[in-house]
Nanobody, 129 residues
Framework: QVQLVESGGGSVQAGGSLRLSCTTW????????MGWFRQAPGKEREEVAG???????SYADSVKGRVTIFWDNAKITLYLEMNNLKPEDTAMYYC???????????????????????WGQGTQVTVSS
């Protein structure tokens, strides 16, 4: 069974950095897409970044240029490197896996949250001003 466990969240001041990790196991082939999502209190869950099976990446406009998504060499741990953090980045961050057969872009797949059946428990990021 596919399992995902996030770590690396914490409390930082604006302008600081964090690296989130998502350790994965239980699948026999690489997901078609891995994504990072976030949900702030009182707001809907939103996509942050995604990486396709071929390494293609996609980022939300709100984090573009400040965030990088990447795998380790073994494709066991997924990372989200976040720099120049802002108070509006405060949220619970989740990683998720999709095995959908998808002919569109990574960005388009990220918006289809229902195609990500496997989710971690989340890690909290809090950015103070």
């Amino acid at each position: 069974q596919v399992q995902l466990v996030e770590s690396g969240g914490g409390s930082v001041q604006a302008g600081g950095s964090l690296r989130l990790s998502c350790t994965t196991w239980g699948y026999s082939f690489t997901p078609s897409c891995m994504g990072w999502f976030r949900q702030a209190p009182g707001k809907e869950r939103e996509e942050v970044a995604g990486i396709g099976e071929d390494g293609t990446t996609s980022y939300a406009d709100s984090v573009k240029g400040r965030v990088t998504i990447f795998w380790d060499n073994a494709k066991i741990t997924l990372y989200l490197e976040m720099n120049n953090l802002k108070p509006e980045d405060t949220a619970m961050y989740y990683c998720a896996a999709s095995f959908a057969v998808w002919g569109g872009s990574v960005g388009e797949l990220l918006r289809r949250h229902e195609l990500f059946p496997y989710w971690g428990q989340g890690t909290q990021v809090t950015v103070s001003s």
